[in-house]
């Protein structure tokens, strides 16, 4: 498998003379406007742009407390989020009430408090069990060679479509989370973030063998200039992206969040890239781009040392997505079992900050999907939540290019820039002067 070593430009996207009149405009207008209404308003505190956690929780994740025993664990519903806490030694359970044919997979993210030390060893463990004690899965993710504290991911599975007999009975079964590595490397208690998802048994028996042959070759380089587009914080914030160059700004020790549509037979290819800046020295395996499957569960990573000069990493060429991949050996290409939307995490290692300064460093995430779309293999039910393994219509825009994938128009950079709380009439007034201003936009 060859590797790109092309160089790409960077740039922003064009807009004609009019366009950028029409925005100039909008951003007068909604100045003029938030100075006259903010005026009859009562004075609001200030408030300090503070800078943004480590992760974004699900605004909907339930607080469950983790159990030193199997006999009080909380209940864990596949379709739910949850948000618990991780000690830095001993073993920590959760419970499933399972039927006899769906497949589950339990998605654990561990987030170390802000500035904590970690080691290349240090980690998390989960394993699935059933009641009888037969293990289900056991996987085991580590910091690795980005020794920067950062948002890691592991997932449990109980696999009744496999060829095991094991684990197939309905009933309940135990996930184990537990820490790895130096206790004392990182004492503080971790935040936890569990995703449990189904997936329902299919409708007809398909191959129970993944696919032999399928094109390894990396495409051509992309020519698009860059789109801004700031990452999420977390994977339920992940923003949209499809084809395409996509640019943001990232400081030492963040970590950003996109998500990928990806239909049945499509493959993904992605390079983070990250800009020049002044300074001297080296850090290694500083830049780390990982993909994880719609279920959040890791597919694969790579990392790359940052010397000042542009620099890239570039994830090896995956298979397209089929359930037969689940039957492959290597994680990288099991983990494309599913349709649904892929998540791309970059992050940037904190101790970029010590030879670089703090910051903010452009970011280009480049993505290309190739493959042509098949049919589904057909479940049959439904998947807990409801279609996260399939993509659907508006999906399909932000694959083809034609999806916004988020970001704001000219009214809500002035808000978020004058930094007002407390505002309703003026998002009022913004929502209805942002409809008219997009009819209008074409006459000024």
């Given at each position: 498998?060859?590797?790109?070593?092309?160089?790409?430009?960077?740039?922003?996207?064009?807009?004609?003379?009019?366009?950028?009149?029409?925005?100039?405009r909008?951003?007068?207008?909604?100045?003029?406007?938030?100075l006259?209404?903010?005026?009859?308003?009562?004075?609001?505190?200030?408030?300090?742009?503070?800078?943004?956690g480590?992760?974004?929780?699900?605004?909907?994740?339930?607080?469950?407390?983790a159990?030193?025993?199997?006999?009080?664990?909380?209940?864990?519903?596949p379709?739910?989020?949850?948000?618990?806490?991780?000690?830095?030694?001993?073993?920590?359970?959760?419970?499933?009430?399972?039927?006899?044919?769906?497949d589950?997979?339990?998605?654990v993210?561990?987030i170390?408090?802000?500035?904590?030390?970690?080691?290349?060893?240090?980690?998390?463990?989960?394993?699935?069990?059933?009641?009888?004690?037969?293990r289900?899965?056991?996987k085991?993710?580590?910091?690795?060679?980005?020794?920067?504290?950062?948002?890691?991911?592991?997932?449990?599975?109980?696999?009744?479509?496999?060829?095991?007999?094991?684990?197939?009975?309905?009933?309940?079964?135990?996930?184990?989370?537990?820490?790895?590595?130096?206790?004392?490397?990182?004492?503080?208690?971790?935040?936890?973030?569990?995703?449990?998802?189904?997936?329902?048994?299919?409708?007809?028996?398909?191959?129970?063998?993944?696919?032999?042959?399928?094109?390894?070759?990396?495409?051509?380089?992309?020519?698009?200039?860059?789109?801004?587009?700031?990452?999420?914080?977390?994977?339920?914030?992940?923003?949209?992206?499809?084809?395409?160059?996509?640019?943001?700004?990232?400081?030492?020790?963040?970590?950003?969040?996109?998500?990928?549509?990806?239909?049945?037979?499509?493959?993904?290819?992605?390079?983070?890239?990250?800009?020049?800046?002044?300074?001297?020295?080296?850090?290694g395996?500083?830049?780390?781009?990982a993909?994880?499957?719609?279920?959040?569960?890791f597919?694969?990573?790579v990392?790359?040392?940052?010397?000042?000069?542009?620099?890239?990493?570039?994830?090896?060429?995956?298979?397209?997505?089929?359930?037969?991949?689940?039957?492959?050996?290597?994680?990288?290409?099991?983990?494309?079992?599913?349709?649904?939307?892929?998540?791309?995490?970059?992050?940037?290692?904190?101790?970029?900050?010590?030879?670089?300064?703090?910051?903010?460093?452009g970011?280009?995430?480049?993505?290309?999907?190739?493959?042509?779309?098949?049919?589904?293999p057909?479940?049959?039910?439904?998947?807990?939540?409801?279609?996260?393994?399939?993509?659907?219509?508006?999906?399909?825009?932000?694959?083809?290019?034609?999806?916004?994938?988020?970001?704001?128009?000219?009214?809500?950079?002035?808000?978020?820039?004058?930094?007002?709380?407390?505002?309703?009439l003026?998002?009022?007034?913004?929502?209805?002067?942002?409809?008219v201003?997009?009819?209008?936009?074409?006459?000024?």
């Amino acid at each position: 498998m060859g590797r790109r070593t092309a160089r790409w430009r960077r740039g922003m996207v064009r807009r004609g003379h009019s366009s950028r009149s029409a925005r100039a405009r909008a951003a007068f207008a909604v100045g003029a406007l938030l100075l006259g209404t903010t005026a009859a308003l009562p004075a609001q505190p200030a408030v300090a742009a503070g800078t943004p956690g480590p992760y974004a929780f699900a605004p909907d994740a339930r607080s469950v407390r983790a159990s030193t025993t199997t006999t009080d664990a909380a209940l864990l519903t596949p379709g739910s989020t949850y948000r618990s806490s991780l000690p830095s030694t001993g073993e920590s359970y959760y419970s499933l009430d399972l039927d006899a044919t769906s497949d589950v997979y339990i998605s654990v993210t561990a987030i170390p408090p802000p500035g904590s030390t970690v080691e290349a060893s240090d980690g998390i463990k989960v394993s699935v069990e059933d009641a009888d004690g037969s293990r289900c899965s056991l996987k085991t993710e580590k910091f690795g060679v980005v020794h920067s504290a950062r948002p890691i991911t592991e997932w449990g599975v109980r696999e009744a479509s496999s060829n095991r007999s094991r684990c197939k009975k309905a009933g309940t079964h135990y996930v184990t989370v537990q820490r790895v590595g130096r206790a004392d490397s990182a004492p503080e208690a971790w935040d936890l973030e569990l995703f449990a998802t189904s997936e329902p048994s299919l409708e007809q028996v398909v191959a129970t063998s993944a696919p032999e042959a399928w094109n390894s070759a990396s495409p051509a380089p992309l020519t698009d200039e860059d789109v801004p587009r700031e990452g999420g914080s977390g994977f339920t914030s992940a923003v949209s992206v499809g084809q395409g160059a996509w640019s943001a700004d990232i400081t030492p020790g963040r970590t950003l969040f996109y998500k990928v549509p990806l239909d049945w037979g499509r493959q993904v290819y992605a390079t983070a890239e990250l800009g020049g800046s002044s300074g001297g020295g080296s850090a290694g395996y500083a830049l780390n781009l990982a993909l994880y499957n719609p279920a959040r569960g890791f597919v694969d990573d790579v990392s790359a040392t940052y010397n000042g000069r542009r620099t890239t990493a570039e994830l090896d060429p995956l298979p397209p997505v089929a359930y037969e991949n689940r039957y492959a050996l290597p994680e990288r290409f099991s983990g494309m079992r599913f349709a649904g939307s892929y998540y791309l995490v970059v992050h940037l290692a904190a101790g970029v900050a010590e030879r670089f300064g703090d910051g903010p460093f452009g970011l280009t995430l480049r993505v290309q999907i190739g493959g042509e779309e098949t049919t589904g293999p057909g479940y049959a039910g439904q998947s807990e939540p409801r279609g996260v393994f399939q993509v659907g219509a508006s999906d399909r825009k932000v694959v083809s290019g034609h999806g916004s994938g988020g970001g704001g128009d000219a009214a809500m950079t002035v808000l978020a820039v004058s930094g007002i709380g407390g505002g309703t009439l003026v998002l009022v007034v913004l929502g209805v002067w942002a409809v008219v201003a997009r009819r209008r936009v074409g006459a000024w």
